[in-house]
Antibody
């Protein structure tokens, strides 16, 4: 069974930093593109960042580029999001999500974690 | 950036009725369109990918259609567990973008 478990959320002051982690199990982690998607309170979904299976390629939303860094450790089946210079508007539940991946490309988010709440205040 | 627009924002239906949700892309996304369901307090769940393919374990009452810029999600006979928020998402072009959601109540 695919499982994604986020941790590391909490309350932080504006300008502060936080590191989210996502522990993956139930699949071959190194085969898949991994992602962070966030949801502000009462709002919709916003893609934040993606990282290729081997970690060579990273992509970011304009809203977080230069402040957030995505990384992964395939030996530990773990995904990370380092968040710096946090703003009030970064307050959200952050979901770790797997993206279906094959030799032809990257596709939809097929599995999601339960999320980790980050509050910037 | 491709803007995804969902309509209506809220859809009021009765159990057993049919619900049709719409999603429009500001430019073509081919068939690289997914639908997700989010129940209160839960993470999103994949329903449909490739515009029309049901994800594993999704009941047949859910169906997706369309291509290019116009897409629909149809729930043929609403069950109590289907009252939720539904999001469309394009994965054709970076950045990946979601629609604003349709709440089915």
């Amino acid at each position: 069974e695919v499982q994604l478990v986020e941790s590391g959320g909490g309350l932080v002051k504006p300008g502060g930093s936080l590191r989210l982690s996502c522990a993956a199990s139930g699949f071959t982690f190194s085969f898949y593109t991994m992602n962070w998607v966030r949801q502000a309170p009462g709002e919709g979904l916003e893609w934040v960042s993606s990282i290729s299976p081997n970690g060579d390629y990273m992509y970011y939303a304009v809203s977080v580029k230069g402040r957030f860094t995505i990384s992964r450790d395939n030996a530990k089946n773990s995904l990370y999001l380092e968040m710096n210079s946090l703003r009030v508007e970064d307050t959200a539940v952050y979901y770790c999500a797997r993206r279906r991946t094959d030799s032809s490309g990257w596709y939809e988010f097929d599995y999601w974690g339960q999320g980790s709440l980050v509050t910037v205040s | 950036e491709i803007v995804m627009t969902q309509s209506p924002a809220t859809l009021s239906v009765s159990p057993g009725e049919r619900a049709t949700l719409s999603c429009r892309a500001s430019q073509s996304v081919s068939n690289k369109l997914a639908w997700y369901q989010q129940r209160p307090g839960q993470a999103p769940r994949l329903l449909i990918y490739g515009a029309s393919t049901r994800a594993t374990g999704i009941p047949a009452r859910f169906s997706g259609g369309g291509s290019g810029t116009e897409f629909t999600l149809t729930i043929s006979s609403l069950q109590s567990e289907d009252f939720a928020v539904y999001y469309c998402q394009q994965y054709n072009i970076w950045p990946l973008t979601f629609g604003g959601g349709t709440k089915v109540e």
